[in-house]
């Protein structure tokens, strides 16, 4: 089983500002499936990227996906107020079991 | 548009079983695998398992391999996870997932999530 590690734990920002969050895997994740996911308290948990890299529909281009293998960043270019809220990483290519990361809070 | 609609929340005893339920529209229900993610308080996301509504098949996580069942009704549009034995850390959040890949997938839309609490 994949073991995915996001860090920082909870990222302090202010609106305008540029967040990058860490997702590190415990071994390779395969074919790069990786996605990204933005949870609000009270709503269905939204996808953001998958593959990676790739923005999912109606996703807004502040946010971006890179990386590979091992290391995976999810950033987000400029900071709505809208964006705060808990991301959590997850792999796919070593499945089942899908595996999530533990969360990255981001709040103001 | 895509929708996942699920069941309201419950409450039950330790040892209980609960039925979630997951109706989907927007789409043809047939074509794309279904999942369930759960998180409890203050916890994280966890996968429970799939189901192909398409012939039924499933696969579920190890740690509920004993207590899981997913089925689907495809008159209805619908999926169902039952979770047996009950205990106080099944407390949670329950989501339905729709996968655009099948089994090794990223989730393109979700349910509204279902509240299972379960205390004595």
């Known amino acids: 089983e994949i073991v995915l590690t996001q860090s920082p734990g909870t990222l302090s920002l202010s609106p305008g500002e540029r967040a990058t969050l860490s997702c590190r895997a415990s071994q390779s994740v395969s074919s790069n499936y990786l996605a990204w996911y933005q949870l609000k308290p009270g709503q269905a948990p939204r996808l953001l990227i998958y593959g990676a890299s790739s923005r999912a529909t109606d996703i807004p281009d502040r946010f971006s996906g890179s990386g590979s293998r091992t290391d995976f960043t999810l950033t987000i270019s400029r900071l709505e107020p809208e964006d705060f809220a808990v991301y959590y990483c997850q792999q796919y290519g070593s499945s089942p079991p899908i595996t999530f990361g533990q969360g990255t809070r981001l709040e103001i | 548009q895509v929708q996942l609609v699920q069941s309201g929340a419950e409450v039950k005893k330790p040892g209980a079983s609960v039925k979630v339920s997951c109706t989907a529209s927007g789409y043809t229900f047939t074509s794309y695998y279904l999942h369930w993610v759960r998180q409890a308080p203050g916890q994280g996301l966890e996968w429970m398992g799939v189901i192909n509504p398409n012939g039924g098949f499933t696969n579920y996580a190890q740690m509920f391999q004993d207590r899981v069942t997913m089925t689907r009704d495809t008159s209805t549009s619908a999926v169902y996870m039952e979770l047996s034995s009950l205990r106080s850390e099944d407390t949670a959040l329950y989501y339905c997932?729709?996968?655009?890949?099948?089994?090794?997938?990223?989730?393109?839309?979700w349910g509204q999530g279902t509240l299972v609490t379960v205390s004595s």
């Open positions: 997932a729709r996968a655009v890949a099948g089994t090794r997938s990223w989730f393109d839309s």
